[in-house]
Every structure is written in C-alpha cells, then in structure tokens.
C-alpha cells in the first residue's frame, strides 16, 4: 500500500520569496516519487522525480527536492517564486505500477 | 520528452448519451495506459489501468459496465461513459509509461466532460 500526504491545501507566497511544498508518503516497498504541475484545465506536467538516485534531486523551472527516508518526505522547493509559479502541485508515489495522488497544493504567487 | 494527446479536449452531452474519449501516445507505444478522474478543486483518482490487447482492471468502486475500456493497439485507449448522468460530470485525463520506462508516467491534456 502506498499513499501521499501533502501539508497545506494552499500556499501564498510573495514573488521572489521561497517555495515551501510539503509532501510526507508512506510506502510498503521503495518508493518512486514525483512532483506534478498542473494549471488551469490542463493535464498534469512533471515536475522532477526521484528513483533511488541521488536524494537531492533537480527539477524544471528551478525546483528541487529532497527525499528523505528517515522523514518519509519529499518536500519541494524553489528559492525564489515567479508569478508563473501560480498553478496547483500534486506529489505522488508510485509502486513501479500505479502512482498515488496528495490531494495537491494551490500555490498562489502575490506580486 | 514524450506526448500523450487526448480526444477531444471538451464535450457537452445530454444524459443518457454515451461519450467516448481517446487517448494516443503520439511518439511512444504504450501497452499500458491509465484513467483516472478528477473533480474540481480535487486531486486525481485513477479509475482503471488499460491493458493493450487484454480486459482493463478497475479500481475499487468504479462501475466497469459503465466506464468500458478498450485498448485496441500499443498507442491508442478510448474510455467510453455509458448513458451519462450530471453525476458523471468531471476532468478525465489518461497517462501512460513509455515501454520499458514504467517510472515515468507521461500525461494527456485531459477531457473536460459536463453532462446536462
């Protein structure tokens, strides 16, 4: 079994100030992890992911996670927000099969 | 990096219609492609993994006479919603693992659907 818990349904942020996302999962075998975006009536583009390589791992538009095991987290981040960055992230764990959904985060960018 | 297009992109159908939605990995073949579902403001639930040239597998609770699935070649999955009803009415989106590349699922554009 497998599921992703992520902190906060909705995160404001001032331009130019740093992304916190927060994503803890939970899995019964080594886990895939993701980070999806997703903007208004669109489909999900991926972020960056993590599959057992390097734990720090770098993504498009500036993002980066970090997984930690002994956290059971995969939190993202960006040091410095655009008003692009506006849109809704979904973190999500994956069996190797199937991928499990956060109940996603609306990230909204103050000018 | 890979495309996985949806078709169409939105559809207004009276209840009791029939819709069906396609779903194409245009560079990559994918024997395997997913469905899932989201509501506003909600995340996505996957309703059933589509199995080239074999019967899809259903999630728990999603009614398999009423979302029926075909998976007729390695780059092409149609979900089709049988006799619709308001209830019905959502996001559909589709993704799919390139073969052999099965941790990375790559995503459609989705279909809105409002049923009236």
């Known amino acids: 079994a497998q599921s992703v818990t992520q902190l906060g349904s909705h995160v404001s942020v001032s331009e130019g100030a740093l992304v916190l996302l927060r994503c803890n999962y939970s899995?019964?075998?080594?886990?895939?992890l993701f980070w999806y975006v997703q903007y208004p009536n669109q489909g999900l583009q991926l972020l960056l992911k993590y599959t057992s390589a390097a734990t720090l791992v770098k993504g498009i538009n500036g993002f980066e996670a970090e997984f930690k095991k002994s956290e059971t987290s995969f939190h993202l981040t960006k040091p410095s927000a655009h008003m692009s960055d506006a849109a809704e992230y979904f973190c999500?764990?994956?069996?190797?099969?199937?991928?499990?959904f956060g109940a996603g985060t609306t990230v909204t960018v103050r000018a | 990096g890979a495309v996985v297009s949806q078709h169409p992109s939105r559809v207004i159908c009276k209840s009791g219609t029939s819709v069906k939605i396609e779903c194409r990995s245009l560079?990559?073949?994918?024997?395997?492609m997913f469905w899932y579902r989201q509501f506003p403001k909600q995340s996505l639930m996957l309703m059933a993994t589509?199995?080239?040239?074999?019967?899809?597998?259903?999630e728990q609770g999603v009614e398999k006479d009423k979302f029926l699935i075909n998976h007729a070649s390695l780059t092409l999955s149609t979900l089709t919603v049988t006799s619709a009803h308001p209830e019905d009415s959502s996001f559909y989106i589709c993704?799919?693992?390139?073969?052999?590349?099965?941790?990375?699922?790559?995503f459609g554009p989705g279909t809105r659907l409002t049923v009236l």
């Open positions: 899995s019964s075998v080594p886990p895939y």
């Open positions: 999500a764990v994956s069996d190797q099969v199937k991928l499990s």
């Open positions: 993704s799919a693992p390139p073969a052999g590349g099965a941790d990375t699922q790559y």
């Open positions: 560079d990559f073949q994918a024997t395997t």
């Open positions: 589509s199995n080239e040239g074999s019967k899809a597998t259903y």
